[in-house]
C-alpha cells in the first residue's frame, strides 16, 4: 500500500548512451583490463525480457515523453525465458538517479497477475507487492509491451560500477506469454545500435570515467520501454487501420 516504504532510498547514477557495434567492441577493450565479466553471465551474457506494465492514463509513458523529472515505472522481469527467477520491479528515476525495488514471484503468482487476480498481492509478505496490488485496482495498472534484449554486463566492485552493453532491442508481440521463445518480435534500434548504460553509486573511479563518454558523445535519455512501446503500438494501428480497410472493401 502507498507508505509502506518509509525509510529514503538510495539512488544511483544511471547514464545512457547509444554506441555502434564497432565503438561497443572498442569500449569493452578499454575497460576489461579494469573491470570483471558479470560472474552470473553465462558466456558473458544472458537475455532479458520485462513485461511493463502502465496505469489508465499511461503515466510512466506520458511522463517520460513530457520529461517529468521524477517519475517510476512496474516490470516483470525474468532471464533467458526461465521462470527460476520472476521479479516485480518498480523503477524509480530522478533526472540521471535512479532506485529500484523488486520481489520475487512464483510461476503461480506471476500466472495469477496475468489472469486478473490480484487479492493475494494485498496479503503478500513483501509490501512491494502490497503497492503493486494498489496499483492494479485503484489506478488499473496492466500490461503494455514486452521488452527483449541482450546484455553484456562488466562490473567493478569500486563504486559499486556497472557497465552493461544491451544489443538486438526489441519487442515482442501477440502475446503476454513471457516464458514463450517463439513470440514474435520487432527491432527497435538502427542497425549496428546499442544501448550503452553506466550505473554508480556514489562515484565512478576516474580511471573509468576518462574512458566516457564514447568518442565524445552525451549521455541520453533512453528509454526501451517507450521504445519498444511505440514500435509495438504502432504495429497494433497498422493492422487496424488494414483490417478497418478490408472491412469497407466487403461492404
Request: aromatic residues 12%; proline residues 5%.
Amino acid at each position: 500500500m502507498p507508505g509502506a516504504f518509509q525509510k529514503t532510498p538510495q539512488y544511483r547514477n544511471e547514464w545512457k548512451y547509444f554506441i555502434s557495434l564497432w565503438e561497443a567492441e572498442l569500449l569493452k577493450q578499454r575497460l576489461l583490463p579494469f573491470m570483471e565479466r558479470d560472474p552470473f553471465a553465462q558466456d558473458g551474457k544472458y537475455m532479458i525480457r520485462s513485461l511493463y506494465s502502465d496505469d489508465y492514463w499511461n503515466s510512466a509513458y506520458e511522463e517520460k515523453m513530457m520529461g517529468v523529472a521524477d517519475r517510476k515505472k512496474w516490470r516483470i522481469r525474468i532471464y533467458n525465458y526461465s521462470d527460476s527467477r520472476i521479479k516485480l520491479e518498480r523503477k524509480k528515476k530522478w533526472t540521471s538517479y535512479i532506485h529500484k525495488d523488486s520481489a520475487s514471484l512464483t510461476r503461480e503468482e506471476f500466472d495469477r497477475i496475468l489472469e486478473g487476480d490480484y487479492g493475494f498481492l494485498l496479503h503478500h509478505k513483501n509490501p512491494l507487492c502490497q503497492e503493486f496490488y494498489y496499483e492494479c485496482v485503484v489506478n488499473l495498472q496492466r500490461p503494455k509491451v514486452i521488452v527483449d534484449y541482450e546484455r553484456e554486463p562488466l562490473i567493478r566492485r569500486e563504486g559499486d560500477v556497472r557497465i552493461t552493453f544491451d544489443s538486438d532491442v526489441r519487442a515482442a508481440v501477440c502475446g503476454w506469454d513471457i516464458f514463450d521463445p517463439d513470440l514474435p518480435t520487432l527491432a527497435t534500434l538502427e542497425p549496428g545500435t546499442l544501448v550503452l548504460e553506466v550505473k554508480f553509486t556514489e562515484m565512478i573511479p576516474q580511471l573509468i570515467k576518462e574512458l566516457l563518454p564514447v568518442d565524445g558523445q552525451e549521455f541520453s535519455a533512453i528509454s526501451k520501454y517507450t521504445l519498444c512501446y511505440e514500435r509495438a503500438h504502432h504495429l497494433t494501428d497498422v493492422m487496424a487501420g488494414i483490417s478497418k480497410t478490408n472491412r469497407r472493401g466487403t461492404r
